[in-house]
């Protein structure tokens, strides 16, 4: 037998005689041509078919030929059924992996929402998958400051989306989160950021915005790396603005760049609105954007109540993509000043 399958090649062998073979010679005693064909599979769990004849007639070369044919075809087979259960399995166990990353992600997500003095806040957070890219957060800059400590306000969007996105968020929070004692503004803190995030050469970039908000002055001093602009609603006026007085690049790109800051006051009854771009390009069937200028006319129309106005916008986004699965991850987040 191990002279038969040395050849690694379909061939038959006539006129055998097993009498020397220490194996099988009283097995196949009386098989006088042997046909034997190779499998040609890395998965299969046998790599040769041998077939016996017990008659005086030896197979034929034709035979041999439809042999092969046969073999290659169920190898085909075999070799797909195989390689189907092991993607099965993989797909089972990466789908395990993005379920377990996608609760965690969600763990990093401020709930409940913080109690901020003077600030009445809702959200809305919908990854395109089971993980996504964007982030929101609040937490305090000033650990002792007390009730009216400064607070950060943060939404950003990492590029790409799914569980790889969802890391290099996380990565993200936990570098604002450890930022200086010392930190001077909005500015100082996303130039930390982006250092920190260059250094770790993450393979993408991070869009984000950036507020801290003083809940004595009501003053918010905010910086954008290539985030879209938060739009605020004035209540003395009801007009809606956007916070573009500054902008930057995003962050992950060069840790040389520098942002710059900006000051807006507000007021009792004012509201902010920030957001991520898979709110304005959320699609239609025919791909038709549901675009910022949109946004900005809802939110001029609708109630300024946090938690009512993100119901309203959310319904609205939906509605508009028409049970299309969204492209991309969609946040939402409105602050009022109460």
């Avoid at 943060?154 to 989306?161: M, V």
């Avoid at 003395?236 to 500054?246: E, M, P, R, S």
Wanted: aromatic share 8%.
């Amino acid at each position: 037998m191990a002279s038969i399958i040395k050849n690694p090649r379909p061939h038959i062998i006539n006129d055998i005689d097993w009498a020397t073979d220490p194996n099988f010679h009283k097995a196949l005693t009386g098989y006088r041509s042997v046909m034997a064909i190779p499998f040609d599979g890395d998965r299969l769990p046998m790599s040769w078919t041998i077939l016996l004849r017990r008659s005086q007639e030896n197979f034929t070369a034709l035979e041999l030929e439809q042999a092969v044919a046969r073999v290659v075809l169920v190898g085909a087979l075999l070799e797909s059924q195989t390689l189907a259960q092991e993607l099965g399995r993989a797909n089972e166990r990466i789908d395990k992996d993005i379920r377990q990353v996608a609760e965690l992600q969600r763990l990093l997500l401020p709930d409940p929402l913080p109690r901020i003095n003077g600030l009445e806040i809702a959200v809305s957070y919908d990854p395109s998958g089971q993980a996504g890219g964007d982030l929101y957060d609040f937490f305090p800059l000033d650990d002792d400051a007390g009730a009216f400590g400064r607070w950060c306000v943060f939404i950003g969007d990492a590029s790409g989306h799914g569980s790889a996105a969802a890391v290099v968020m996380a990565i993200v929070q936990t570098i604002l989160h450890g930022h200086p004692l010392d930190v001077r503004g909005p500015a100082d803190l996303l130039m930390f950021a982006n250092r920190h995030l260059c250094r770790k050469k993450i393979g993408g970039f991070v869009t984000a915005f950036l507020g801290i908000y003083e809940p004595d002055s009501r003053r918010l001093v905010y910086a954008s790396a290539g985030h879209p602009p938060p739009l605020m609603k004035t209540a003395i006026d009801g007009k809606v603005t956007a916070l573009d007085a500054v902008a930057g690049t995003p962050l992950g790109i060069d840790p040389a760049d520098s942002f710059e800051a900006a000051t807006v006051q507000l007021r009792a009854g004012d509201t902010l609105l920030f957001y991520t771009d898979g709110i304005t390009e959320a699609r239609d069937a025919d791909h038709t954007m549901f675009e910022f200028e949109r946004l900005e006319r809802e939110f001029l129309e609708c109630n300024d109540r946090p938690d009512e106005l993100i119901k309203y916008l959310r319904d609205l986004v939906n509605a508009h993509q028409r049970g299309q699965k969204p492209v991309d991850d969609q946040t939402l987040v409105a602050a009022r000043i109460v």
